[in-house]
């Protein structure tokens, strides 16, 4: 596969924003995204939205932090360091997702505007423990949805924001139709919990036309952190300045590799592993 550029020696990276959740255990949220961002030549900024209390067995708990303060790392990221591509995770909470849409907006990241924005929408855990309180739900399909350059849902999250459970091809094109109405430039439905089928595809549909980006099924249980880490790897991709076809073709193939070389992490789902290109 290409792989993105490292900086040469002494010379600043491109930059990008993760405003997420931390995940205590290491395998996905910001973490996950930094992790990523770092092996695809990428400087990442964060913005933490909350702290989990978890570990390769689920979330026990979580903590938000305050909408402002969420609002203001944006805020002086941007405005000092400067950023060419940013991404949502675990935001947690409806003021949380407002205060975010609000400064993106300010800033000039989202759909529409100078600085692509990749959305995770982050609802729950792999374990199915909440990330997102109920009622933020409407939040995420009104406010954070259509701030969307490309928004990466799971089946799951696909069934929470538009009602649709994806089963085939015909539920995955109507989901992302779906998503695009809801305000996303691009939507992307991803195939890796589909297990049905022997192969992993993912849909990519911009109000337009619709994409395909298919990839062996990768047969590990170490599957911890892989949407962080596709959505991460679309944000260096749009940071580096590709397009967002190009973004997700190379994320679909860094994902894989990343599940490829993934490990026994404690006692449950162990991680994905982007370190991969410090040892292939």
Known sequence: ???LPLAPRGQTPIRALTIAGTDSGGGAGIQADSRTMAMCGVHACVAVAAVTVQNSLGVSGFHEIPPETVAAQVRCVVDDIGVTAAKTGMLASTAIIEAVAQVCTEVGIGHGRQIPLVVDPVCASMHGDPLLHAEALDAVRTVLVPQATVVTPNLDEIRLITGIEVVDDPTARRAAEALHVLGAQWA???????????????????????????SPRIDTGNDHGGGDTLAAAIASALAHGWSVPDAVAFAKEWVTKCLEWSYDLGGGHGPVNP??????
């Open 1 to 3: 596969m290409k792989l």
């Open 188 to 214: 992307i439905v991803k195939g890796g919990h589909l297990r049905t089928s022997p192969d992993s595809t993912d849909l990519l549909f911009d109000g337009d036309r619709f994409l395909e980006f298919t």
């Open 275 to 280: 370190l991969w290109r410090l040892q292939a």
